[in-house]
């Protein structure tokens, strides 16, 4: 039981470190965000509103 709590902390350790890098600066999740906001102001923008 010993060996399976300390590979549980090993890979709980893992995915924390891996969360920590998707959501830094330049990791997959900021950049995600990054382009979702960017698409959302575009959508947003006075320049694309069409008036009829």
Do not use: F, N, Y
């Not at 590979?7 to 997959?28: I, P």
């Not at 979702?36 to 102001?41: I, R």
Request: a negative charge.
């Amino acid at each position: 039981m010993a060996e399976e709590g300390r590979e549980e902390r090993k890979r709980a350790k893992e995915l924390s470190r891996a969360a920590v890098e998707a959501v830094g600066d330049g990791g997959s999740s900021a950049e995600d965000l990054d382009s979702l906001v960017k698409e959302l102001v575009k959508l947003t923008s006075p320049s694309d509103v069409q008036v009829s």
